[in-house]
């Protein structure tokens, strides 16, 4: 059996939890709430993050534009789509929400802008 000790980052509050690991059975303590237990599971067993980055842009009013994966990521994946984000470069305009990187890193999850940059006149 094997017990981790996190913090749970679902809300401000910041629960202690206590997740015990004993073959295919999770246990999570310290929780109020069910999003707490639910992310103690998920930390231990497949955690994830959302990335958040910039890309440099052509032709825009600022010189990058910031962007984020689309939904959450597989923890081990993150230096892979960084790279892919460091290498990538885009026109202006962008708005937020356009597709910056498809299926970044064959993860199949986009990269997306999260600014609005206008073409520079």
């Known amino acids: 059996m094997e017990t981790r000790e996190l913090t749970c980052i679902n809300c401000p509050l ?5 997740v015990t ?3 295919a059975n ?7 709430c069910p999003r707490g ?18 890309v440099k842009i052509d032709k ?6 910031s962007v984020k994966t689309a939904s959450d990521i597989p923890k ?19 708005h937020i929400g356009d597709v910056i990187i ?6 199949g999850v986009d990269v997306i802008a999260s600014k609005n940059v206008e073409k520079a006149v």
């Open 26 to 32: 999770v246990n999570v303590t310290g929780n109020t």
């Open 14 to 18: 910041g629960c202690q939890l206590t």
């Open 37 to 54: 237990a639910a992310y103690g599971k998920k930390e231990v067993t497949n955690p994830t993050r959302i990335v958040t980055s910039s």
């Open 76 to 94: 081990g994946k993150i230096f892979d789509i960084m790279k892919e984000i460091h290498e990538t470069k885009v026109t202006a305009p962008i």
């Open 60 to 65: 825009g009013t600022i010189d990058r534009v």
């Open 102 to 107: 498809h299926d970044c890193a064959g993860t």
């Open 21 to 23: 690991i004993d073959g």
